[in-house]
């Protein structure tokens, strides 16, 4: 596992200047900045994504620990850095995310990871490094599974990366595309082991109701949206 000090240097790939800038920049851009220059991840950021059409969903945000991240939609070509975010995961990871033991993804689980509608299941990925050199290092979806305003969220994040702000920022741009598609509510099966999922959660400003059977907490979140669809 790299030290954080490291992580740093994959924010030389983001294409915005002011990432390095001085504090007072970056509040200017990103809003409230602590002592130790860490950007706020629940602040509401003042660059807006795109979201005419959530298949293209683009937006770059700032980790805590100052390095910038792309959270982008996933696309169909995103089979081999889908792979090895997974193959990067830790065993602890893969038994938070799928509830047992998984040792790496089918061609077919691929497909329906990276080949999406953006309308019942919605794919977003955290990236650093540019073109060749892109990665995944966090990865959040949603899947809806009937025509209700409903659907399930699943995050999984690299460990060296974890308790920077990623699962928080994937959740905030899986709400908003979410919306857009009439999804009203989200719902997640976390095993009550999994603390930071459920403070991820619970910090998210969403209103949300747990309910606890043999172990798993079942999470609903409100997210503040009354649907027309019923
Ligand atoms: C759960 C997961 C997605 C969270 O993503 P993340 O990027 O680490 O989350 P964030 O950095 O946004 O937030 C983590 C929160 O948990 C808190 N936290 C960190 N470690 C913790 C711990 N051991 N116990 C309790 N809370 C913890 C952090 O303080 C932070 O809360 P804050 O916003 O109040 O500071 C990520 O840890 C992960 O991929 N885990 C493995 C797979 C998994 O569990 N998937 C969920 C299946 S639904």
Request: with cysteine; charged share 25%.
């Amino acid at each position: 596992m790299r030290p954080l000090s490291q992580l740093r240097h994959d924010s030389g790939a983001c294409p915005w200047p002011f990432f390095k800038g001085n504090v007072s920049t970056r509040e200017s851009v990103f809003g409230k900045v602590d002592k130790r220059n860490r950007v706020d991840t629940r602040i509401q950021l003042k660059a807006q994504p795109e979201t005419k059409d959530p298949a293209n969903y683009s937006v770059w945000e700032v980790l805590r620990n100052g390095t910038g991240v792309l959270i982008r939609a996933i696309r169909p070509d995103d089979k081999q850095r889908l792979t090895r975010h997974f193959e990067g995961l830790s065993e602890k990871s893969v038994y938070f995310r799928f509830f047992g033991i998984k040792r790496s993804l089918s061609d077919d689980e691929l497909r329906r990871l990276t080949e999406l509608d953006f309308v019942n299941h919605a794919g977003l990925a955290a990236t650093v490094g540019v073109e060749a050199h892109e990665r995944f290092v966090g990865v959040g979806r949603y899947i809806r599974t009937d025509n209700r305003p409903r659907a399930e969220v699943a995050f999984a994040v690299l460990d060296e990366y974890q308790g920077l702000g990623i699962g928080t920022l994937l959740l905030k741009h899986l709400a908003t595309i979410a919306r857009k598609n009439g999804i009203s509510e989200f719902s997640a099966d976390v095993l009550g082991a999994n603390h930071q999922m459920l403070e991820v959660f619970a910090n998210s400003g969403f209103v949300s109701h747990n309910s606890y059977e043999n172990g798993v907490v079942h999470v609903s979140l409100n997210l503040g949206f009354q649907s027309a669809v019923n």
